[in-house]
């Protein structure tokens, strides 16, 4: 069955040090991974995804997430944490049917940035 | 830019009534998803809707029905509401690729509907 783990509930970072989320999947095929961010009281918001290619990709807001098939992984990183980072982070992954395709969300990870 | 909008924003239910949760899309969008999210949860899939026919079906409860209108705008239908429905119900829409492409399919989602059951 296709799935999605985020083994940390919550994950606690310094302002101005570096952020990594962890993300694992376990799919038949080729993945399509994708990260959400969900702010206090808001819908999810894309942030970034992997379809092919490169294996680090780039997204919205300074993150980015490096695919790693070996470990099946696909953590999400910046290098410099800001406080307004604090969110809910949702890693996905996609499951193509023959007429759909269906987004399946990780449990989520609590980052909270400190001053 | 447009967004996917959900009303009503907040709604409050006595045990055993219904509710109505409504949903439009971003402009030519053509699929339109909902999820459930409760207290501490991660967004479980419901249903989901590709040119106004149900393309997929989720962990949606009998008691609930759904349905995408001509105009793309959906309707979550709520019935015999139970405490265990108090959730966040999220809308999202996308201008869906087809074949291997689907899987690239990426999701806006809406502020969501906070229902409470009392």
């Known amino acids: 069955a296709q799935s999605v783990a985020q083994p940390e509930d919550q994950v606690n970072v310094a302002e101005g040090n570096p952020l990594t989320v962890k993300c694992t999947y376990s799919v038949s095929g080729n993945p399509y991974l994708f990260w959400y961010v969900q702010y206090p009281n808001r819908g999810l918001q894309f942030l970034l995804k992997y379809i092919t290619g490169d294996n680090l990709v780039k997204g919205s807001y300074g993150f980015e997430a490096e695919f790693n098939k070996s470990q099946t992984s696909f953590h999400l990183k910046k290098p410099s944490a800001l406080v307004s980072d604090s969110a809910l982070y949702f890693c996905a992954v996609t499951v193509v049917y023959s007429s759909a395709s269906k987004i399946i969300f990780g449990s989520g990870t609590r980052l909270s940035i400190r001053p | 830019a447009a967004g996917v909008i959900q009303s009503p924003r907040h709604l409050i239910k006595e045990k055993r009534e219904t509710a109505t949760l409504k949903c439009y899309p971003i402009?030519?969008?053509?699929?339109v998803y909902w999820y459930q999210q409760g207290p501490g949860q991660d967004p479980q899939f419901l249903i989901s809707f590709y040119e106004k026919m149900q393309s997929d079906k989720g962990s949606i409860p009998d008691r609930f029905s759904a349905q995408q209108f001509s105009d793309y705008h959906s309707e979550l239908n709520m019935s015999s509401l139970e405490l265990g429905d108090s959730a966040l119900y999220f809308c999202?829409?996308?201008?869906?690729?087809?074949?291997?492409?689907?899987?690239?399919?990426?999701?806006?989602f809406g502020a969501g509907s906070r229902l409470t059951v009392l």
């Open positions: 402009p030519r969008h053509d699929t």
């Open positions: 999202a829409s996308s201008l869906s690729l087809q074949g291997r492409a689907a899987g690239a399919n990426v999701l806006t």
